[in-house]
């Protein structure tokens, strides 16, 4: 896929910061940004909806395709902390995606092939016309494989856990740190193991360990970054 847009893509685990930085990133650049993840949320809140089996992939298709999902920027009245606003056929399901419920069966909807074909689709076209910061597990090497800078975010587990638990805890879900830490490995193990496109390292991104690095530090490495790219 070429277009004279740049394009940012950001892989990593569960609670690596992909989504702060991003958005950070994002507003300094005057890019958009694109959570990838809230779609395979938006596709787990549908199947949970409607009773869906969730090995069905093929019920869950028709539950993806026949809704309208939309993602933008927080108006100046939704500003509650959240990163991304997300509608489905019009609902602002933003926070509703967000419970560990949601999480804990996540990852079984996004190894599903024929969900995934339809999302990376919906994404790749949103890249197409604008300069984008995307984030998810499979956007370095499937979604966006030209991206202009591609960068691989992690940390220590015990640093993700704990940053998972805080938000979960500020936004009323009185889950404990041990529940965050198993559900966490979980997910890493999902994500990284299964068959259709993993999360993975690829050869070129550039690879930031965000455990002892404050948020502000990893979005001034990456604006500078590509600042100086943009100059070349
Ligand atoms: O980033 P997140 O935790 O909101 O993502 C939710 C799930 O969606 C995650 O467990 C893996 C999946 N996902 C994916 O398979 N591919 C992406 N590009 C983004 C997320």
Not at 21 to 38: E, H, K, N, W
Not at 51 to 77: C, H, W
């Amino acid at each position: 896929m070429s277009t004279p847009h740049f394009q940012i893509a950001i892989d990593g685990p569960v609670a690596a910061g992909k989504g702060t930085i991003s958005r950070l990133v994002a507003d300094q650049l005057g890019f958009l940004y694109v959570d990838t993840g809230a779609m395979y949320r938006v596709a787990t809140l549908l199947v949970m909806r409607a009773g869906t089996d969730f090995n069905n992939e093929n019920a869950i298709v028709k539950l993806v395709r026949s809704s309208n999902i939309q993602m933008r920027n927080p108006k100046a009245y939704e500003k509650d902390g959240r990163l991304t606003t997300v509608l489905v056929d019009g609902e602002d399901v933003s926070w509703d995606i967000r419970t560990e419920k949601i999480s804990a069966k996540v990852s079984i909807v996004a190894a599903h092939p024929k969900v995934r074909e339809i999302l990376v689709e919906k994404q790749q076209i949103i890249a197409e016309s604008q300069d984008v910061v995307m984030e998810g597990r499979d956007i370095t090497y499937r979604v966006l494989p030209d991206a202009n800078l591609k960068i691989y975010l992690t940390g220590s587990d015990t640093v993700r856990a704990k940053r998972r638990h805080l938000q979960s805890l500020q936004h009323g879900e009185f889950v404990t740190y041990k529940e965050v830490f198993d559900l966490l490995k979980i997910r890493d193990t999902n994500d990284m193991e299964r068959v259709n496109d993993p999360l993975k390292i690829v050869d070129d991104a550039w690879v930031i360990d965000t455990s002892d690095l404050k948020i502000q530090q990893v979005v001034r490495l990456i604006v500078d970054k590509v600042h100086v790219m943009m100059d070349m």
